[in-house]
């Protein structure tokens, strides 16, 4: 069974603050790494890919992938309130996701 | 530019009547992906289509059906609906199987 497992939650920041979610993943020939941000009533929207060891910067958005260790990280520097949602973490090649974390960012 | 149609977008079913959930993307995308959604317990994978002609059974395909109507369309069929299929409904396509997914707006779905 194939499993992903993100960092339960919920998550809360100050305005400004990193916020850091975490996931593991189980099936060690899986090659890509996706987060996705869900807003309340919306559907997922992908924010963020990675299929190699390091870091992938996007913006304020870092993505960082240790396949040795099986894990992969969603790193927002200077959180808004607008980035005040549930973050999912999918890994292929079937797509399968992590239960999410909520992160709420307070002004 | 409309991406992934997902057609209802709100349905109530009795228990034990059938309907089929639309689906179909523009983008040209190989990958078709089939979840619901439940609180609490993120997006479950029901089935996919990694291409055209191909579907496989993902984490709770019990009480469903699919079809890859072709490259653009795949629809899920529930034949018998129960209560605890109760959920929203959301179709995504990517370009390949490991590539990104872009969603539907999603099928809030009712069974009483």
């Known amino acids: 069974q194939k499993e992903v497992e993100q960092n339960s939650g919920p998550l809360s920041v100050p305005e400004g603050a990193i916020a850091s979610l975490n996931c593991t993943y189980s099936?060690?020939?899986?090659?890509?790494f996706f987060w996705y941000r869900q807003y309340s009533g919306k559907s997922p929207e992908l924010i963020m890919s990675?299929?190699?060891?390091g870091d992938k910067e996007d913006g304020r958005f870092t993505a960082q992938l240790n396949k040795a260790s099986q894990y992969v990280s969603l790193l927002i520097r200077d959180s808004q309130p607008s980035d005040s949602a549930t973050y999912l973490c999918?890994?292929?090649?079937?797509?399968?996701f992590g239960a999410g974390t909520r992160l709420t960012v307070k002004p | 530019n409309a991406g992934v149609t997902q057609t209802p977008k709100f349905q109530v079913l009795k228990t034990g009547q059938s309907m089929t959930l639309q689906c179909a993307q523009d983008m040209n995308h190989n990958s078709m992906y089939w979840y619901r959604q439940d609180p609490g317990m993120g997006l479950r994978l029901i089935y996919y289509s990694a291409s055209e002609g191909t579907t496989d059974k993902g984490e709770v395909p019990n009480g469903y059906n699919v079809s890859r109507l072709n490259k653009r369309e795949f629809s899920l069929r529930l034949e018998s609906a129960a209560p605890s299929q109760t959920s929203v409904y959301f179709c995504?396509?990517?370009?390949?199987?490991?590539?990104?997914?872009?969603f539907g707006q999603g099928t809030r779905l009712t069974v009483v």
């Open positions: 099936d060690r020939g899986s090659q890509s």
């Open positions: 999918a890994v292929s090649g079937d797509m399968r």
């Open positions: 990675i299929y190699s060891n």
């Open positions: 995504a396509s990517s370009e390949f199987g490991g590539a990104g997914a872009f």
